[in-house]
């Protein structure tokens, strides 16, 4: 999977680095059990500092997408159960993220055919 990573982006390169690790687990592009290139070999590829792939890297551990090992190097987790820890995390994200489209008065309905459109790329 090749990252593509905007350096004029206002978002910090390691969130881009997740974002994109994370979308290509939910598209099945990353199968659980699949070595990711080292932090050293991340780096290199993208041309970014070890220290941004290092941060990603733990982040996406701590949220439990990826395992590390010393022996077997970093892989794809195992997909998650939703956790009454992760779903409180998801509602308060979708709650932001409905108040701005009705803030832009995007209708129920549009947010609907939009969802409907965006999870169809992740059905296995």
Known sequence: ??????THSPMPIYQQICNQLIMGIAT???????????????????GVNMMTVSKAYTSLKVDGYI???RRNGTLVADN???TPQF???????????????AIHQV????????VKQ???KFEY
């Not at 779903?87 to 489209?101: R, V």
């Open 67 to 69: 395992l590390t090992d």
């Open 80 to 82: 998650q159960p939703a």
């Open 87 to 101: 779903q409180e995390y998801f509602s308060n994200k979708l709650d932001l993220l409905l108040a701005e489209a």
């Open 107 to 114: 209708s129920e309905e549009d947010v609907q055919k939009k």
């Open 1 to 6: 999977m090749l990252l593509e990573i905007d």
């Open 28 to 46: 099945n592009e990353l199968q659980a059990g699949e070595q990711l290139p080292s932090v050293r070999q991340m780096a290199d590829e993208i």
């Open 118 to 120: 965006i999870y169809q």
